[in-house]
């Protein structure tokens, strides 16, 4: 492939969301500088690419390297094989095609080429020739060959006499290559096209460090090619200082090297039955410890020339600057570059792209180790690696192996790439040396015990099957058949392992300066919250020992963290089954924190629970109001050290408001501001879902199902807490269907509803998933709180700091500053809103940022939040489902239609409910049959009255 000449024109690109306040912090490695948070830079620069691909502002923007005025140049290639595909913004041929025709054909009549223009000319007439062109297959066949060369080219441009089938048989039998064609009006502005190993590559005709061109000019690449394009480049820049380039180096070529190993095992954990293996691909590579060593010496000497190391998963590139920009000015007249090769299509590419670009723009490299400071060898012998694994007869066999399999043969020459035999090689090297682990290393080890023996079986067999060979066919046969078991085997290796979530977990910056998470009211950041974590185990958990070696390790650096205290191992009951793993940690203040297994998978025996499986790290915290995060970011170090990390696609960060505070009001007043902050909740209730509420995670928390009447009552209600109770009962403000708990609603208020719950639903338990066990509507115990259940599981401390706050805003707006007409239970948006939000994320944006702004936050801060809102509801919406054959079958919900009467009626401290529809009421004995009366007993609002009611 050609160097990249970089762009002229330098055009700044601002978005229209503003960027929050960047901290300064010192380099890891060298000496304070203005670097600057990498983890609120990574926030910012997906945030800019987000506002750019759905219609951010054309104000002027422009990224550069740390330390350097040298401008971030992004440029890409997509590459394909038939010209067809390219046809329409590639219709013509350079001038200088028809002297390499004339010669070709000159060759071809002389004996030195295949006589493939010779066959092309003689069909021409019949199969190539464009639509309306004057020449009949007589007229034709009467010209000799020169002759009919010589009527295509005295057009001057020979494509236009010739069909696109007949252009790309010329293609196709190397006629001409892709470097014949010519770029015309057809072809957008930027885009140009060459030959590689006989394929198309489509690519930028210069460097863009525009980032809004960009990336608009890969979309309508994209469109067009209907494939995401993979190659990319990434030009930047190093400092001139060699004192600050000596200082990041390390980390820098740890980026590099740590990206290839991620995307490497992203690939990896695909089905090789269903894709091209990566392991059989010459040009696809991971880096050795010499060639690391010898890109880190060139960036220490600010030698850009020996910056080259192009045939891996992410290349190092040295390529030409463009003199003509100020930036690139430089001595020597080279800039380094990360071109992404391979592996970083999907999500992978927006994470690769922006980890990469927030590492580079800030200058920071936090996080990420010292490449020499761990043992780690890709190319040590075989001996030295598999000692672990394997005996000393086995580790044998892998060194004939090695000698005899071509794809494990091994060269020591300092320059060799080792492409194959590193990346077969590449489950059993120390992993636990370079990234934090946890408990899972256990899990990896045995893994790559399981490949070792696997790979030595396999070698012995090639070696048995050496013997028996007859022909070089067979010979191919036997090798062909053991790479596939060597692809099975990493195949089945990564995708228990899932090295590349660890790679991902260890390239992201983890916060460091966190927001401040109090607002001006004083009054509500005194009210004690208590907020439930959940962390993902870093791969399906099989069993109890496993998931509590887990939980044991982080409730022990959580223990350590925060200066010691009481670690408690409890007994198993919990969550309605009593199969939960559960520790508690007393703090030196005297809290407890609680460490447990949920969202438990299990099978049951004649009704009993067995062989639990699967779920999360539930941590609830104790009841308090911090003035910091600083608690909370050592909760989620302790998780991310033991291996574990959110997700927010699966699991939740409830948070728990104390009613002391409401309850401490006359009971009316308190009463009245409870229903108001469910009003205003239910008014903005569409807004908050989708900036906060995957959509996957609805059926643990749904929507209440608001009706005229409830509406009604909350609007008018005037009574204490027992008329608040009944209200909410009454109109079912809960989760009435059955399967499931009353209290798996957005937002749980149970606890106000359990003074007037039957007694039949109130302090027992029930496992909702035993096939075996009645239901009914378990409203559980708790008392003095209510819940919101609907915020999904914050993926760092960062984002669960902003959780933090917003909750004390919701508060204090509902509460103390919201005018009485914002506090109507009626939704300010409507389904259509929301499905406008969904196909327009600048209307979603705005939406967002009016919502923060009447709360009093800033929308900047929240920014990146509301994107993976947008992300997260677009992505389920357009996911494709699989065909009817093979979708489960999920039964709709079902209502329950025998809701008891309400307890505590008599206590209510007014003589009728005026918000209550008098009709007639329907009161179930305990048995379920209906017996009527014209009471004021409970309504089903939705569910079927029997007729002997009436």
């Known amino acids: 492939m050609r160097p990249l000449n970089l762009v002229t024109t330098i055009v700044l690109v601002l978005l229209s969301f503003s960027s929050a306040a960047l901290a300064l912090e010192r380099p890891k490695g060298g000496k304070r500088g203005k670097t600057k948070d990498c983890y609120v830079y990574l926030q910012k620069v997906k945030s800019e690419k987000f506002a750019v691909e759905h219609g951010g502002s054309d104000a002027e923007k422009i990224h550069s390297m740390a330390g350097t005025k040298i401008p971030i140049v992004r440029a890409f290639e997509k590459e394909g094989l038939w010209y067809e595909d390219?046809?329409?913004?590639?219709?013509?041929?350079?001038?200088?095609?028809?002297?390499?025709?004339?010669?070709?054909?000159?060759?071809?009549?002389?004996?030195?080429?295949?006589?493939?223009?010779?066959?092309?000319?003689?069909?021409?007439?019949?199969?190539?020739?464009?639509?309306?062109?004057p020449m009949p297959p007589k007229k034709w066949a009467a010209l000799d060959v020169n002759g009919q060369l010589a009527f295509l080219l005295e057009s001057g441009d020979p494509f236009s006499l010739i069909s696109v089938k007949g252009r790309s048989e010329l293609f196709f039998d190397e006629v001409l290559s892709f470097d014949d064609l010519a770029v015309s009006d057809a072809?957008?502005?930027?885009?140009?096209?060459?030959?590689?190993?006989?394929?198309?590559?489509?690519?930028?005709?210069?460097?863009?460090?525009?980032?809004?061109?960009?990336?608009?000019?890969?979309?309508?690449?994209?469109?067009?090619?209907?494939?995401?394009?993979g190659h990319q480049h990434l030009v930047h820049g190093w400092p001139q200082k060699a004192e600050i380039r000596k200082a990041i180096a390390p980390y820098y070529i740890e980026l590099l090297d740590s990206v290839t190993w991620y995307l490497f095992y992203r690939q990896l954990k695909r089905d090789p039955d269903d894709v091209a293996s990566i392991l059989d691909h010459p040009f696809l590579g991971v880096y050795t410890r010499d060639s690391l060593l010898r890109l880190f010496d060139a960036v220490v000497d600010g030698d850009v020339s020996r910056f080259k190391n192009k045939f891996r998963m992410v290349g190092a590139r040295a390529l030409k600057s463009d003199e003509s920009i100020e930036g690139q000015r430089i001595s020597g007249g080279l800039v380094p570059d990360f071109e992404l090769r391979s592996g970083n299509k999907g999500e992978a590419r927006e994470l690769v792209e922006a980890v990469i670009e927030s590492r580079l723009i800030s200058g920071n490299y936090s996080g990420l180790r010292d490449f020499r400071s761990y043992e780690f060898d890709p190319s040590a012998p075989i001996s030295k690696i598999c000692?672990?694994?394997?005996?000393?007869?086995?580790?044998?066999?892998?060194?004939?192996?090695?000698?005899?399999?071509?794809?494990?043969?091994?060269?020591?020459?300092?320059?060799?790439?080792?492409?194959?035999?590193?990346?077969?090689?590449?489950?059993?090297?120390?992993?636990?040396?370079?990234?934090?682990?946890?408990?899972?290393?256990?899990?990896?080890?045995?893994?790559?015990?399981?490949?070792?023996?696997?790979?030595?079986?396999?070698?012995?067999?090639y070696l048995d099957g050496l013997k028996t060979i007859r022909d070089q066919v067979q010979l191919s046969e036997l090798r062909e058949e053991t790479m596939e078991k060597i692809q099975k085997a990493g195949y089945r290796f990564s995708a228990i392992a899932r090295l590349d979530v660890d790679f991902e977990r260890y390239l992201i910056p983890a916060p460091t300066g966190l927001p401040d998470v109090t607002i001006v009211h004083f009054d509500v950041n005194r009210i004690d919250l208590g907020i439930e974590y959940s962390f993902r185990f870093p791969h399906v958990v099989r069993n109890k020992d496993e998931t509590e070696r887990y939980i044991k390790s982080a409730v022990e650096n959580f223990s350590e963290k925060m200066g010691g205290g009481k670690i408690e191992?409890?007994?198993?009951?919990?969550?309605?089954?009593?199969?939960s793993i559960r520790y508690r940690f007393t703090d030196n203040q005297n809290r407890v924190w609680r460490f447990e297994w949920d969202g438990i998978q299990r099978e049951y025996l004649e009704g009993e629970p067995v062989d639990p499986w699967g779920g999360h790290m539930e941590v609830p915290t104790p009841k308090f109001a911090p003035a910091t995060a600083g608690e909370i970011q050592r909760l989620y170090q302790s998780a991310r050290e033991a291996g574990l990390v959110p997700k927010r696609t699966a699991g939740g960060s409830h948070v728990n408001i104390d009613l002391a505070d409401f309850m401490a009001l006359p009971p009316m007043v308190g009463a009245r501001k409870m229903a108001d902050l469910i009003s205003f909740f239910e008014a903005n209730r569409e807004i908050v879902s989708f900036i906060w509420q995957s959509p996957v995670r609805q059926r643990v928390a749904i929507p209440v199902e608001r009706t005229p009447e409830m509406e009604l009552a909350f609007n008018e209600f005037k009574g204490d807490w027992n008329d608040l109770a009944l209200l909410l009962y009454t109109k079912q403000y809960f989760n009435p269907y059955v399967g499931r708990k009353p209290r798996y609603i957005q937002f749980n208020v149970t606890s106000l509803i359990t003074p007037v719950a039957p007694d039949a639903y109130v302090g027992k338990s029930i496992d909702i998933k035993n096939p075996e066990q009645k239901w009914f509507p378990e409203f559980?115990?708790?008392?003095?709180?209510?819940?919101?259940?609907?915020?999904?599981?914050?993926?760092?401390?960062?984002?669960?700091?902003?959780?933090?706050?917003?909750?004390?805003?919701?508060?204090?707006?509902?509460?103390?500053?919201?005018?009485?007409?914002?506090?109507?239970?009626?939704?300010?948006?409507?389904?259509?809103?929301?499905?406008?939000?969904?196909?327009?994320?600048?209307?979603?944006?705005?939406?967002?940022?009016?919502?923060?702004?009447?709360?009093?936050?800033?929308?900047?801060?929240?920014?990146?939040?509301?994107?993976?809102?947008?992300?997260?509801?677009?992505?389920?919406?357009?996911?494709?489902?699989?065909?009817?054959?093979?979708?489960?079958?999920?039964?709709?919900?079902?209502?329950?239609?025998?809701?008891?009467?309400?307890?505590?009626?008599?206590?209510?401290?007014?003589?009728?409910?005026?918000?209550?529809?008098?009709?007639?009421?329907?009161?179930?004995?305990?048995?379920?049959?209906?017996?009527?009366?014209?009471?004021?007993?409970?309504?089903?609002?939705?569910?079927?009255?029997?007729?002997?009611?009436?």
């Open 86 to 133: 390219i046809a329409a913004w590639f219709p013509t041929a350079k001038p200088e095609t028809g002297d390499k025709l004339r010669a070709r054909l000159k060759a071809e009549l002389a004996g030195k080429k295949p006589k493939h223009l010779l066959r092309w000319l003689k069909k021409y007439s019949e199969k190539y020739r464009a639509q309306g062109v």
């Open 187 to 229: 072809t957008p502005p930027g885009i140009t096209v060459s030959s590689d190993l006989g394929s198309y590559e489509i690519k930028t005709a210069s460097g863009i460090d525009d980032l809004a061109k960009y990336l608009q000019l890969r979309q309508k690449t994209e469109e067009f090619m209907e494939g995401r394009v």
């Open 387 to 461: 000692e672990r694994w394997l005996t000393k007869d086995q580790i044998k066999i892998l060194e004939k192996f090695e000698k005899k399999f071509p794809m494990m043969k091994y060269s020591d020459h300092a320059l060799a790439h080792n492409h194959f035999r590193n990346k077969i090689i590449a489950p059993l090297l120390p992993w636990e040396n370079r990234l934090v682990l946890g408990e899972k290393t256990e899990i990896l080890n045995a893994g790559q015990k399981r490949y070792a023996i696997k790979l030595a079986l396999i070698a012995q067999a």
């Open 569 to 579: 191992r409890l007994d198993e009951a919990g969550h309605g089954h009593g199969l």
């Open 780 to 950: 559980g115990t708790g008392l003095g709180r209510v819940e919101f259940r609907l915020f999904d599981a914050m993926t760092d401390a960062y984002q669960a700091a902003l959780q933090l706050k917003y909750v004390r805003a919701l508060l204090d707006y509902a509460l103390n500053k919201a005018p009485r007409s914002q506090l109507v239970m009626k939704s300010r948006f409507t389904p259509q809103d929301v499905e406008f939000w969904s196909k327009d994320a600048r209307e979603f944006m705005n939406a967002a940022n009016e919502h923060f702004e009447m709360l009093g936050l800033d929308p900047s801060e929240y920014r990146q939040l509301a994107v993976e809102g947008w992300l997260m509801r677009t992505a389920w919406e357009n996911r494709q489902l699989p065909p009817l054959s093979r979708r489960k079958k999920i039964d709709p919900p079902v209502k329950y239609k025998k809701f008891l009467t309400p307890k505590n009626l008599e206590k209510s401290g007014r003589h009728d409910i005026p918000e209550f529809n008098p009709a007639l009421w329907c009161k179930f004995d305990s048995g379920g049959t209906p017996s009527c009366r014209a009471t004021r007993y409970i309504r089903f609002a939705f569910s079927e009255i029997s007729p002997s009611c009436f």
